[in-house]
């Protein structure tokens, strides 16, 4: 099996975790680092995809900014999306070679993996067709959208463990009008993060076929700041 880094970036914001990806995917384009995957809680902040409309953010400018909260418009597919504590993100950073170049056949296996990785908390999660994610009795509690860098995978997906549901009234999320779930609201218990993080790394290792090496924040970026070998 082939190897990937698991990282646990901790709580991190948003703009440092996407300048990290898009570090990671040159290095990855270059060979200089294996498949890796970054597993994120970020302060509030909403993204904006490439399909996304600005009016599905609800809230005016200045109500987010009195909040703290920031907007990114990003390259990955999809609409608008909230991200913020007591959410899992993950970003995959992975050669899309070995998927035979394939993505949605990428999308389809991440629902695999969090409907997998769902199913050991009792959870029976579902795809809907059209609509990226996970879904629980017609609420989303998994967002799924990504964006492909010369062969390499970047953003990725956002799974509700036990985040503040009422955040998502800032925004029609993904632009479909439709609820929002969590772990902790359909187990009616507090869920950390420190549960969901390794359940979930298990359940993407072994959907991708992969042994999932744990790798420090700190040596990735010395990595990264490392100069590349001489061809």
């Not at 999308?107 to 579902?126: P, S, Y």
């Not at 218990?189 to 992969?210: C, K």
């Given at each position: 099996m082939r190897s990937a880094w698991f990282v646990d970036c901790g709580r991190m914001p948003y703009g440092r975790a996407w300048a990290l990806q898009r570090g990671l995917v040159a290095a990855r384009q270059a060979e200089r680092i294996p498949d890796t995957v970054l597993?994120?809680?970020?302060?509030?902040?909403?993204?904006?995809?490439?399909?996304?409309?600005?009016?599905?953010?609800?809230?005016?400018?200045?109500?987010?900014?009195?909040?703290?909260?920031?907007?990114?418009?990003?390259?990955?597919?999809?609409?608008?999306?909230?991200?913020?504590?007591?959410?899992?993100?993950?970003?995959?950073?992975?050669?899309?070679?070995?998927?035979?170049?394939?993505?949605?056949?990428?999308?389809?296996?991440l629902e695999t993996a969090l409907i997998d990785a769902l199913r050991g908390w009792g959870i029976e999660a579902e795809r809907v067709r059209g609509y990226p994610g996970a879904w629980v009795a017609g609420g989303k509690i998994a967002a799924i959208g990504v964006a492909v860098k010369r062969k390499v995978t970047m953003h990725g997906f956002a799974l509700n463990v036990d985040p503040d549901l009422s955040h998502f009234e800032l925004i029609n999320p993904c632009g479909l009008g439709k609820p929002v779930t969590s772990i902790a609201r359909l187990l009616g218990r507090l869920v950390s993060l420190e549960e969901a993080r390794p359940a979930v790394s298990r359940a993407l290792a072994a959907t991708f076929q992969v042994t999932a090496d744990a790798v420090a924040l700190s040596a990735l970026e010395a990595r990264l700041d490392a100069p590349a070998a001489p061809a």
């Amino acid at each position: 099996m082939r190897s990937a880094w698991f990282v646990d970036c901790g709580r991190m914001p948003y703009g440092r975790a996407w300048a990290l990806q898009r570090g990671l995917v040159a290095a990855r384009q270059a060979e200089r680092i294996p498949d890796t995957v970054l597993l994120v809680e970020h302060p509030p902040v909403i993204t904006v995809g490439r399909a996304g409309r600005t009016v599905n953010i609800l809230a005016p400018r200045e109500a987010l900014d009195a909040r703290g909260v920031e907007v990114y418009e990003v390259e990955r597919g999809g609409d608008v999306t909230y991200h913020g504590p007591g959410q899992l993100v993950g970003y995959p950073i992975l050669d899309l070679r070995a998927l035979d170049e394939d993505v949605v056949r990428y999308v389809r296996l991440l629902e695999t993996a969090l409907i997998d990785a769902l199913r050991g908390w009792g959870i029976e999660a579902e795809r809907v067709r059209g609509y990226p994610g996970a879904w629980v009795a017609g609420g989303k509690i998994a967002a799924i959208g990504v964006a492909v860098k010369r062969k390499v995978t970047m953003h990725g997906f956002a799974l509700n463990v036990d985040p503040d549901l009422s955040h998502f009234e800032l925004i029609n999320p993904c632009g479909l009008g439709k609820p929002v779930t969590s772990i902790a609201r359909l187990l009616g218990r507090l869920v950390s993060l420190e549960e969901a993080r390794p359940a979930v790394s298990r359940a993407l290792a072994a959907t991708f076929q992969v042994t999932a090496d744990a790798v420090a924040l700190s040596a990735l970026e010395a990595r990264l700041d490392a100069p590349a070998a001489p061809a």
